[in-house]
């Protein structure tokens, strides 16, 4: 980073932090199921998109990456990472960060629908990720045949 976004992460972190220790003398309301469900679709919408192009990119390339970059680096096809990627395209595309506090985004209520809304999304975005199957049938149809 550089030193002016050194500085801005260190401004919010002390912010954040500011209020973390004022808030801790109070008692808060847990989050409404409003903000319960702003969390899920925020951890949700990501993992859908991540979902999806990662099994869409594996079933589709996934054997010819893994015998030609795979052997040559050794590594295996799951080494990627496109989570952050896709992160960064929603927050691109204006999904908004739920507007909790900080002792409200430490409940196990916000924990659990945070994940829960990463398990949910990444299971709906791999079985849309698996369309490319649609097209694979032919092929073994054909062998078949021949043989």
């Not at 002390?14 to 801790?24: D, K, L």
């Amino acid at each position: 980073l550089h030193s002016t976004e050194r500085s801005c992460l260190l401004r919010e972190l002390h912010r954040f932090e500011s209020i973390a220790i004022a808030q801790e003398k109070l008692e808060v309301a847990p989050p409404s199921p409003g903000q319960l469900k702003h969390v899920f679709f925020h951890n949700a919408l990501p993992f859908v998109g991540f979902g999806f192009l990662d099994n869409a990119i594996m079933i589709a390339a996934g054997t010819q990456i893994e015998l030609s970059i795979g052997v040559i680096l050794g590594i295996s096809t799951m080494a990627g990472n496109l989570a952050g990627y896709v992160e960064a395209l929603a927050s691109r595309l204006g999904l908004s960060i739920p507007d909790l506090t900080p002792k409200q985004a430490d409940m196990w209520q916000t924990r659990l629908s945070a994940h829960l809304g990463k398990a949910i999304g990444v299971t709906i975005g791999c079985i849309l990720g698996m369309f490319p199957l649609l097209f694979f049938g032919d092929e073994e149809e054909k062998l078949e045949e021949k043989n």
